[in-house]
Nanobody, 119 residues
Framework: QVQLVESGGGLVQAGGSLRLSCAAS????????TGWFRQAPGKEREFVAS????????YYADSVKGRFTMSRDGAKNTVYLQMNSLKPEDTAVYYC????????????WGQGTQVTVSS
């Protein structure tokens, strides 16, 4: 099993920044990628960004390109989501997820962290 614990959410004004962290533990060697997803009230969960667990290749949703940056610290088994130029529509619960090599599915999920952007 892989455990994922998010932190770093909070309340910020529009135009501000936040950095989310996701610490992974357990059988992390089974991971191929980690991703960030978000779910706003009344909406379905959506993809935000992902990075290869070995580092390097990142993908972003069009809605966050140029504003959000995902990175990884291999020594700490931690991934980050730097969020700049935040907008009220970025308000959501943000979830960290782990995709495992054997199925290429996101099978491990954190508990989520709330991000609220005020206008």
């Amino acid at each position: 099993q892989v455990q994922l614990v998010e932190s770093g959410g909070g309340l910020v004004q529009a135009g501000g920044s936040l950095r989310l962290s996701c610490a992974a533990s357990g059988r992390t060697f089974t991971l191929s990628r980690t991703g960030w997803f978000r779910q706003a009230p009344g909406k379905e969960r959506e993809f935000v960004a992902s990075i290869a667990w070995s580092g390097g290749i990142t993908y972003y949703a069009d809605s966050v390109k140029g504003r959000f940056t995902m990175s990884r610290d291999g020594a700490k088994n931690t991934v980050y989501l730097q969020m700049n130029s935040l907008k009220p529509e970025d308000t959501a619960v943000y979830y960290c997820a782990g995709k495992i090599q054997s199925t290429e599915q996101y099978e491990h999920w954190g508990q989520g962290t709330q991000v609220t952007v005020s206008s």
